[in-house]
């Protein structure tokens, strides 16, 4: 079944301890991209990549960090969570500019 | 900022009635695409127009994309309660490859 898969699906944590929150997709896609929702904002992109060790800034990158060390994966790395990064979180993929393909979501909380 | 913004922010309408959302920006969009979320799941494609002037439909939607390719709307006839749901308009700019931008979403009821 194609898809993409985010883990964990919920995290509570706390001020400073860095996390990762992983992607992974199995439709052979070259474009993948992070995005935050917030109520009222819709999603907002964070970081995309268009292929391997290619990836770039979105909308609202600061405070994350992104890798694309093969096609399958792009882990959302947060070195250092702060509260307003509390929110939830989409990995999509896609052929390129094509139909995007979202993850079930990643909902986080920094205490 | 939001470079598309979309309207209503919320629409609650009685089933049976008809319902249009609308997208508009002050850029021009390569293609403008609508998903619809329902709650604890990703949004899911409904459409992509590419073309300016472009209509589509699909069962009892339409969509149609600007002449000038800056704005989109969205006319559900009949509605159902199936139809609840947020619709978002989504797209890339002509000059930011790669850069999805979405609108903050219309949250659609439908009561029976």
């Known amino acids: 079944e194609a898809q993409v898969t985010q883990n964990p699906r919920y995290l509570i944590t706390v001020t400073g301890k860095k996390l990762t929150v992983t992607c992974s997709q199995n439709m052979n896609h070259e474009y993948m991209s992070w995005y935050r929702q917030d109520p009222g904002l819709g999603l907002r992109q964070i970081y995309y990549s268009m292929n391997v060790e290619v990836t770039d800034k979105g909308d609202v990158p600061e405070g994350y960090k992104v890798s694309r060390k093969e096609k399958r994966n792009f882990p959302l790395i947060l070195e250092s969570p702060s509260p307003n990064q509390t929110s939830l979180y989409f990995c999509?993929?896609?052929?390129?500019?094509?139909?995007?393909?979202f993850g079930e979501g990643s909902r986080l909380t920094v205490l | 900022t939001q470079l598309l913004e979309q309207s209503p922010q919320f629409l609650s309408i009685q089933e049976g009635e008809n319902l249009t959302v609308y997208c508009n920006s002050s850029s021009v969009f390569s293609s403008l695409q609508w998903y619809r979320q329902e709650p604890g799941e990703g949004p899911v494609l409904l459409v992509t127009?590419?073309?300016?002037?472009e209509v589509k439909k699909l069962k009892r939607l339409t969509f149609q994309f600007g002449d000038a390719r800056k704005d989109s709307s969205l006319h559900i006839t009949a509605a159902q309660p199936g139809d609840t749901g947020l619709y978002l308009c989504a797209g890339m700019t002509t000059d930011s490859w790669g850069k999805f931008q979405f609108g903050a979403g219309t949250q659609v009821v439908v009561t029976p």
């Open positions: 127009v590419v073309t300016g002037g």
């Open positions: 999509a993929s896609s052929l390129v500019f094509g139909e995007l393909f």
